[in-house]
């Protein structure tokens, strides 16, 4: 079910405002108006608090283990998208997190797992590519 929630309703809403904010724009040249950055970016975060809200009534990971399962590794695959849209070193410190303390304390314990830095490694460079063609 979790898996479901996530590729139809999560990754759109979560990718959209990525790509109307920035990948559209700096990486590809496409305009958006203010009006459309502003639904993406609000359809993203009531995402974000239904994920706080309804996935994390158990502590641990999403599934309430202790340890992570798929669909942990591919919802914090998405929410990493958001580090081309932050100064921060790693998702979980944005501030926009702060809202939602569920989602922000999983992401520390995603980002704390072996190998998160390599495997992210290519994301924060194709951040800095885009940061120079400002």
């Known amino acids: 079910m ?3 929630w996530l590729h139809t309703t999560f990754r759109p ?3 959209g405002y ?3 904010h920035t990948m559209g724009p700096k990486a590809f040249g496409i305009s958006f108006t203010e009006k459309q950055v502003e639904t993406a970016q609000k359809k993203a975060l009531n995402v974000l608090k239904e994920f706080n809200d309804q996935y994390f009534k158990q502590p641990g990971f999403i599934s309430g283990q202790s340890q ?3 669909a942990d590794i591919f919802a914090f ?3 990493v998208q958001y580090l081309v849209l932050t100064e921060e070193s790693n998702i979980s410190e944005w501030k926009e997190f702060a809202k939602y303390p ?3 304390a999983w992401a520390k314990k995603m980002e704390s797992l072996p190998h998160v830095d390599k495997v992210h490694a ?3 460079k194709y951040r800095t590519i885009l940061k120079s063609k400002l």
């Open 102 to 104: 569920n989602v922000q």
């Open 68 to 70: 992570p399962t798929i």
């Open 2 to 4: 979790f898996l479901d």
């Open 18 to 20: 990525q790509f109307a």
């Open 122 to 124: 290519g994301l924060r």
């Open 13 to 15: 809403a979560i990718a």
């Open 77 to 79: 695959g998405e929410l």
